[in-house]
């Protein structure tokens, strides 16, 4: 018997996207809204470089919560220097990383080294050696590089100095003329915590804090992916509203990108032309996957703290205090047989935990002694997380501390 082609059938199988592409975290947008204002400020900041070409440099910390368009901001705002550079032939370049997958020195250097150039030997050059390569391309070139470095927060601990060091070759190696500026991106600034503290302050003198969007800013964001990437009257504006508010605690721009995309998809699933109220209520009420990748990534002392955390925030209390996280885990360490860790240790978990966007944080004042933290977990179900720990944990495949 011939195999029915089931390939065929998806082809057959009418879709709701025009493009559903623009819905991918990697999309970038050719603008942007509701970022004017931190593009003015940016822009105004740059300006003498273009005007003054190597008189001055800059540092620049750019903090915001998750998914708020800090990092299409830069990215666009890349494109506007590039472009103004290009129109009165300055020889400027922008270079955008992101520490997350290039976490040490010699990876940074490296990479910038084969955006200047190209073709730069893989092995056998250390960081110092990077460092002289470009010291000397950006002078023999006459070239003014802008680094920035988003999650600048997953940078290895023992690479700290790179920013301090970057950011010297102008003074140490330019008499009189600056060849660099570097920008940084974090969520805030705790989690510079592996940067050493000169390179902290240093980094705090200019700090752009973007705010999280409003529910009516997420809804414009919304209406004009949908533009163009849905087929017309897919979604009417009543569930896009309710999308947009459903994420506006969070004011996550990806999160709501997310529930509109998997809306789409459920109801392709379904065989429905449209998306209605309720197939967001559906969408929204399943739990939200969590990537194991993330849970994995963890040593055991920092699961056992996660682990604690769930089980407070399972007994229908939606946050967490200090104190309570601590009292609780001496009982899941007793539990797991394992000896607790120091309040400095613990706090070294708290901020892997939020760089993972597995907990976020709060200041509360809970009492006139003044302000704790809270802690609590976005988006996710709390029994899968506890479950998939649990099976972690059991498989003994863990990375030791
Ligand atoms: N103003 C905007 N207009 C259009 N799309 C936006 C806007 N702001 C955010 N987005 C979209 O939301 C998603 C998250 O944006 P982005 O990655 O820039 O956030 P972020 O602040 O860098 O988040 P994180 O802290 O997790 O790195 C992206 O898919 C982006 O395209
Ligand atoms: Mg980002």
């Known amino acids: 018997m011939v195999s029915k082609n089931y390939l065929e059938d ?52 750019i903090t915001g919560n998750v998914g708020i368009g800090k990092t299409i901001t830069l990215h666009l705002f890349g494109k506007m220097i590039k472009e103004s550079a290009r129109k009165r032939n300055l020889n400027i370049k922008f270079i955008q990383i992101n ?26 050059l250390s960081s110092r050696d990077f460092m002289e390569i470009l010291v000397d391309y950006l002078r023999d070139y006459k070239c003014y590089l802008i680094l920035v470095l ?29 060849y660099l500026s570097f920008i940084g ?18 980094l705090q003198n200019e700090v752009i804090r973007f705010k999280k969007y409003s529910e009516s800013q997420m809804l414009d964001i919304l209406k004009e992916r949908v533009e163009i990437g849905l087929k017309p009257g897919v979604i009417d504006e009543s569930v896009l509203k309710l999308i947009s508010s459903l994420t506006s605690v969070s004011g996550d721009m990806r999160k709501s990108l997310k529930s509109l995309k998997d809306a789409v998809r459920y109801a392709e699933h379904h ?11 559906e969408v929204n009420s399943r739990s939200f996957s969590l990537s194991n990748n993330e849970l994995h990534n963890l040593k055991r002392a920092e699961l056992l703290l996660y682990a604690t955390i769930c089980n407070l925030l399972n007994n229908s209390q939606s946050e967490v205090t ?3 996280l601590k009292e609780e885990y001496i009982a899941v360490c007793g539990y797991y047989n394992e000896k607790p860790r ?32 809270c802690f609590s977990i976005p988006n996710y ?13 059991n498989s003994g495949n863990l990375h030791e501390i």
Not at 185 to 202: R, Y
Not at 347 to 367: A, F, G, P, S, V
């Open 381 to 393: 179900s709390i029994s899968t997380i506890k479950k998939e720990i649990e099976k972690i944990l």
């Open 271 to 281: 065989q429905m032309e449209k998306i209605t109220l309720k197939v967001v209520q």
């Open 99 to 124: 520490c997350r997958h290039k976490k040490t020195s010699a990876s940074i250097l490296k990479t910038i080294l084969n955006e200047l150039i190209g073709g730069v030997p893989s092995r056998g």
């Open 10 to 61: 998806e082809f057959r199988t009418s879709t709701l996207f025009t493009d559903e592409s623009v819905f991918e975290s990697e999309y970038m947008p050719n603008g942007i809204k509701h970022r004017d204002n931190e593009l003015i400020f940016l822009s105004r900041l740059f300006l003498p470089l273009l005007t003054q070409p190597f008189s001055l440099s800059k540092k620049i910390l």
């Open 322 to 324: 200090m104190n309570e």
């Open 185 to 202: 991106i974090v969520k805030d600034i705790l989690s510079l915590k592996n940067l050493d503290d000169a390179t902290i302050s240093s």
């Open 342 to 373: 120091s309040d400095t240790q613990l706090w070294e978990y708290i901020q892997t935990l939020k760089q993972y966007d597995l907990i976020t944080t709060t200041m509360k004042n809970k009492n006139q002694r003044g302000r704790q933290s």
């Open 150 to 178: 988003d999650e600048l927060g997953f940078l290895m601990k023992k690479d700290s100095d790179l920013i301090y060091t970057l950011t010297r070759i102008n003074e140490v190696n330019f008499s009189h003329q600056f």
